[in-house]
């Protein structure tokens, strides 16, 4: 048993939320109840007792936990009350979950992001679970006159053995609640999890299914008003003038302006991104109103300067600059011809690489490219706000609730306990919705109008919104000597406007002559962190590469991997390699042993790939069939090592889903550019990965150890991409650098 | 604006809108339906899907002009307490993740069972193709509708 420091003080919830807008068939806590059982909602308690912040507890032991985080469907709703309740020791069936507002009076790192949600909840929710467990037994305690020491708990209920004395949570919670808080409390050990370790289903799964409103894009308040806005049709370009000559007199529309997301003299913070700082604004009545007037508004756009502007990243001051000029992916292109060519900036280097260059035998070398992506979270960015002199009161989709409400508090100039933010469910996030202009423009636009509004974008203006993945370039060298032996390994990346090199990961650390270096290319064009950002790139173009050096040594590419992390394992090169080289080698251990992979199938064509990356090691084995001369994924492996493992049937859920968007977006997607004009702008020219192409069977196994939790959201995404571009190679005998693969060369063998 | 009267989940509804509007925006925003999802308004990403007399449908690309007394179903009237085969098969699969698109999911895949109670694996691929999931439960979709298929 460990024992743990609290944080939290009992009267840290105090802060209330006054979101109370009424709104049609919505209740003031529509965003916060999760699924009820029947029983439950029978059964809900005439009155509840806050423990803490994270948790109340009901007369009759029904207890309610707070979901801090917000829901992306990376399932954290589930899985964070998950491990409140494991030391509560209470009953899963008896817990409702809330989706909880923003207070960082109660909460820290109310953000999703980095995959980072669980384990850094890990030990703070735990304690506050484990914080109300020690309160209701010195309540029980107290009543029935004995020692705390001698008080067992068992799924939700207090035991006296010695008297035979039992109680429910329930009947002790009200005094629990003005019990002092302890200074220290025991956690459980590993073994004694019966929560924890168990898949437990989405609690909101039954809302999800009968279509219940959950989203932001399903809230509405009373005398809400919708509002659209319209973007300039590239980047490099800002808004001139409107003329609403036409559409201002339209049917249901109320007013039509421009609004600044950005005053001119504000300081950008980090997720301040916005390549758009001046738009037009619709508001009206309804969706279809505003959408027809949006069509019918004429407006003039006209170049944008150059630009600097200081960003402050998160206390430290840095210079952003924008060029002006409108590019297009051809531009891009030849950046990507020229810039490796060029000196990058050296990140690391081990031994002496240009000497063993120069003596090898044979050097192999291969470039590697990937284009903007777009996110396209299935639900488009929307916010509802309501924003009067007195307060504002904002809710919708938003991964960065805590930073958002600075930046909303300077635009406005309105106190930070003036606003209110509540998170919905989110449609997705991939990390879009870290970057909340969004959030914004609806706070400015309620303000302007005087009333609530609820901002819409259409799909064409989410997608060419920018935030973009940015377009990469990775060049690979690899020398070997006359005996076929790797002697030195050189990687160079780039790209537009950042580098996605991880100069201290694998095979950093497994070869004596190693060198990084990278280089950068600014842009108009803005971008964003997107699931796993740079991983998402790297990984598949170094273990495509990785598979090329081991087809030259002629080695196996499993064991070949096995081979340098062995070396880095047991005499690593360099201090800071930032990877455990066992963990590593565990997970492709798991895949070989579980795809069987020395077997071999004459019509199964198959290729590995692993990553490691936010904390977590993943490794695959991609099984390809041709059929009609296509290839057609039939089974994807993979192994993960994310340490203890909270709510496995949603991990694995997770995973599947890393491993569908990881070969859908290797495969089809791409944003290209003409003249500043994104090339796609919706899902009849941006292709995602449909049903008909997504794996056939996908079989995930985890490394059981007694790790603390690590990520899950974004490591089983990169490394798929590479297990693709190798399988397709042994189906097709056709190797491809250029994502995607679909329009880089023909597919078919 | 035009007055409509709409047969929606077996109720009537009035219905006051310019006929032009996409029945996905007339059960949002007139009638409060939000089970139907906007995702792309241009038949592309499946998340309007509805029933129009058991057909699935693209709600974005439904004017309400068009629908006259056709009777229209969507996710909130698949079942009256979200126990359509299809809805327990979806919990028994636990499929959601972000959860945005499983409406129209659920609509296209309750459609394909009403009209073909065992499909194939290639049916079933070409009958939910229409419906994009971009956190990429396409797997669980599938055995979810096999499950359905057999109860
Ligand atoms: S919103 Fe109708 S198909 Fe996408
Ligand atoms: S579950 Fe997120 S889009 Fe399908």
Known sequence: MKTVKTTIGRRSFIKRSTLVGGGIMLSFNWLASCDMTPQQVKALPKEWFKINGFLKIGENGLVTIMSPNPEIGQNVKTSMPMLVA??????????????????????????????????????????????????????????????????????????????????????????AAQMEVPKEV????????????????????????????????????????????????????????????????????????????????????????????????IVGATTWEVMNAKKALKTEWELSPNKKEDLDFFGSTMTVETPAGLESSNDHRKIFDEMPKKKGKIVRKDGDPEKMFSKAAKIIERSYTCPFLAHNTMEPMNFFADVTSERANLVGPIQTPEIMEGSISKRLGMDKEKIDIQMTRMGGGFGRRLYGHFMTEAAVISKEMGQPVKLI????????????????????????????????????TGGIPESPLAANRFPAGAVDHYMAEEWTEKSNITVGAFRAPRSNFIAGAEQAFLDELAEAMDKDPIDFRLELLERAEKDPVGERNDYDASRYAGVLKLVKEKSNWTGTNPEVYRGTAAYFCHNSYVANVLDLEMRNGNPVVKKVYCAIDCGIVVNPDAAINLAEGGVVDGIGHAMYSALTF??????????????????????????VHFVENQIDPTGLGEPPFPPIMGAMANALYKATGVRHYNQPFITDKPLAG | MAQFQLNVNGEIHEVNADPTTPILWVLRDHLNLVGTKYGCGIAQCGACTVHLNGIAVRSCQLPVSSVGTNKLTTIEGLSEKGDHPVQKAWIAHDVPQCGYCQAGQIMSASALLEANPNPTDEEIESAMNGNICRCGTYTRIKAAIKTASNS
């Open chain 1, 674 to 699: 003409k003249d500043g004009k994104p090339e796609q702008n919706n899902f009849d020219q941006y292709r995602l990965i449909r049903h008909s192409e997504a794996p056939k069977e996908i079989e």
């Open chain 1, 186 to 281: 025991p956690l459980k050990d590993i073994s004694d999890f019966k929560i924890i370790g168990t898949s437990r289903k989405n609690v909101d799964g039954t809302k999800i299914v009968t279509g219940q409103p959950l989203y932001g894009l399903d809230y509405s308040a009373d005398n809400m008003l919708i509002a659209m806005i319209v973007h300039p049709p590239a980047f490099g370009m800002q808004l001139k003038s409107i003329d609403d000559s036409q559409a201002a007199g339209m049917p249901g529309i109320k007013k039509i302006f421009k609004i600044k997301t950005h005053l001119d003299n504000y300081s950008l913070g980090a997720f301040d991104n916005d390549a758009f700082n001046e738009v037009a604004v």
């Open chain 1, 457 to 492: 974008y259409s799909r064409e203006d989410d997608m060419t919104q920018g935030t973009y993945r940015p377009a990469y370039h990775a060049l690979y060298r690899a020398a070997l000597d006359e005996n076929n032996n790797l002697i030195a390994f050189h990687v160079k």
């Open chain 1, 86 to 175: 494991e030391e509560l020791d209470t009953d899963w069936n008896d817990v409702i979950v809330e989706q909880a507002p923003l207070n960082t009076s109660v909460f820290t790192r109310q953000l999703a992001g980095g995959s980072q949600s669980i384990r850094q909840g890990w030990n703070s929710l735990r304690m506050a679970g484990a914080t109300a467990r020690a309160m209701l037994i010195q309540a029980a305690a107290k009543t029935w006159n004995v020692d705390a020491s001698e008080i067992t708990t068992s799924q939700g209920q207090l035991i006296h053995e010695a008297s035979g004395k039992k109680s429910g949570y329930g009947p002790m919670a009200s005094l």
